[in-house]
């Protein structure tokens, strides 16, 4: 996926999972944050909101993120 788009992926996984499952990190794939507390920095193209939020019209619930979609690649 990421060589077909030509950009890394932003990959949302928590660290019960990561820490023994390690993913790759570097400066060209920084690690993924849950500020949930926190405004996010300007640069942001996607943050966290709730990973067990609700939507209507969806059953159960959801892991929500906001967008910035002037902030995103490709």
Known sequence: MERARGHPLVIDARRSWTHPHPLPVGEDRPPW?????????????????????????????????????SRLVG
């Open 33 to 69: 944050r849950t500020p949930f507390f926190l405004r996010p920095a300007r640069d942001r193209a996607v943050w966290p909101v709730h990973h067990l939020a609700r939507v209507d019209g969806l059953t159960g619930r959801v892991d929500l993120d906001v967008v910035r979609p």
